[in-house]
Each structure stands twice: as C-alpha cells, then as structure tokens.
C-alpha cells in the first residue's frame, strides 16, 4: 500500500503540470522543461543528507536516467509540433497502458493476467475521454503520422525506462537528483539549438521554481520511490488518473464547471485502476 500512495502523489503533482504550465506557455518548451529539471535536482540534496556519493551511479544506470527523462520530453515536445496537441497528448497517455503490457518483456518473473490487460485499456479509454473532452470533432486528423510515431516513442520510453530502472542494480532514490541534473542541461541545449532566446521576468521565475520542485522535480523522486516498492502493472493502471486529474485542475483554474464527461471518465479510470490493483498475480 505504502508503494501506491508515493505512486499517488507522484500522479497528483503530474496533474498539476497542465495548470502550471497554462501560466508558462509563453516560454518555449525546453528552456521551462531545462529549467525546471534543474530546480528539480536540487531535491536530492537534501534527501541524500548531501552525500554526494547517493548522486554516483554507473554509467548505463546514468543513461537509463537520462533516457527516461530528457528523451521523453524531447519527443513528446517533437510530437507536439508535428501533430494536432489533442491526439498527440492522446497517444503519449498510452505509457500506462504500454507499463503493463510490457512489464512481463522487461520484468522477469512477472506475468500479465487479462484483467491487466482489460483494466489498461478501459483506463486508457477514460484518459482519452478526460483528454477529448466528449467531443469527436476535437480529433482533428489530417494523416499527420511523423508526429504520433514521435508521440508513441515517448509514451513507450516512460514505460521502459519506468521498467527497466527494475533492471538495473539497485540505486538510491537520490540518483535521480543526477538524471534531472543531466537531462536539464540537455533539455537547456535543446533550447539554444532550437528555440528563440528569451527573457525570463521575475514571476516566471517563481512558478518555474514551484513547477521544478513539483511536477519536473519530486513527482520523479516519488515515482522511483513507488516502483522500487511496488508491482509495475498497478501502478501503471493508477497512473492513467493523471489526465483526469490534470483536466478537473485546469478546469477548476479557469473557473469552468467540469462536463459530464469528465465523470465518466472518473468512472473508467477509477473503476480501472480498483479493478486492476486488486488482481492477483
């Protein structure tokens, strides 16, 4: 239980990126994602007591770290800008449902019951029903397929790479402190290589150090934190509450009243993720 409450408030700080983020979109994508990572590696010193050597993992363990982080936002903004964001964002909400269909390739020992398997997709369902907002025509089509290749790499690096830190020898959760250090600096790169420069005002600076210590910053931290502690599969079906979460905070910062679908999709995700967690095996 211990492991799906950290998975819990992992999700509830990733449902707050959306209305964050509302207040940043005039920034460009990776100089807020540089930013905030950094910010968000600062974390580690005060949970490895500022013991440096908690930061020190082996080099492949350094790369998986900085795979999962660096190469997920890298795609997903890709995809963001070759795709409509609605069926883009869709398809990058797959990562819960490629966690648990993927757990029995990258996790020896572990098997996938139908359940699993039904519970994912009904999840999935409910994720994309939050994301659609009820409304057909917000799928605009348009045969952009280069940019929902780049969507569903990102979905599937999160799932492996949330995986595969299983495979890996064993790191403290402070590690992660070097893996946002890392893909900051990379996602900061990004933004010389393929943005316009920009001026940053002092309020931006405050919510990038709210969003760095939350959403870019602890949610990871948590997340390592729950998969050393708990079945993959479950947490992935826990994690498809985080679009519906992230749509009642951005509807509830804008002053609008959620919409029948939105309760409908609590009931998929919800239903799911109790169905799901409860299975045995």
């Not at 819990?8 to 959306?18: K, M, R, S």
């Not at 790369?63 to 069926?87: M, Q």
């Not at 992230?246 to 002053?255: D, E, F, N, Y």
């Amino acid at each position: 239980m211990h492991a799906y409450l950290l998975a819990l408030g992992a999700i509830v700080l990733w449902g707050t990126l959306a209305a964050l983020g509302a207040s940043l979109t005039h920034l460009p994508p990776f100089l807020l994602t540089g930013l905030a990572l950094l910010v968000g590696s600062v974390i580690a010193l005060p949970l490895s007591r500022f013991d440096w050597r908690q930061w020190r993992v082996p080099l492949p363990t350094l790369a998986l770290g900085v795979y999962g982080l660096f190469g997920f936002h890298f795609l997903l903004f890709l995809a963001l800008r070759h795709a409509p964001p609605v069926e883009a964002n869709l398809v990058n909400y797959l990562w819960p449902l490629g966690m648990v269909v993927l757990a029995p390739v990258f996790l020896p020992g572990v098997g996938l019951r139908v359940v699993h398997v039904v519970a994912a997709l009904v999840g999935f369902a409910g994720a994309a029903l939050a994301i659609v907002g009820g409304k057909v025509d917000a799928l605009q089509g348009g045969g952009l397929q280069w940019g929902y290749v780049l969507a569903l790499g990102s979905a599937f690096i999160w799932a492996s790479y949330s995986l595969l830190t299983q495979r890996v020898a064993a790191f403290p959760t402070a590690a992660i402190g070097s893996f946002a250090l890392v893909s900051g600096l990379l996602s900061l790169a990004c933004h010389v290589w393929l943005e316009p420069p920009v001026t940053l005002t002092g309020g931006d600076l405050a919510r990038l150090v709210v969003l760095g210590l939350g959403p870019l910053g602890a949610a990871f931290f948590l997340w390592d934190a729950a998969l050393k502690r708990g079945d993959a599969r479950k947490i992935g079906l826990l994690s498809f509450i985080t679009p519906l979460l992230s749509t009642l905070l951005l509807l509830t910062a804008r002053g609008e009243t959620p919409g029948l679908h939105v309760l409908a999709a609590a009931v998929l995700i919800v239903g799911a993720a109790i169905v799901g967690t409860r299975a045995k095996g």
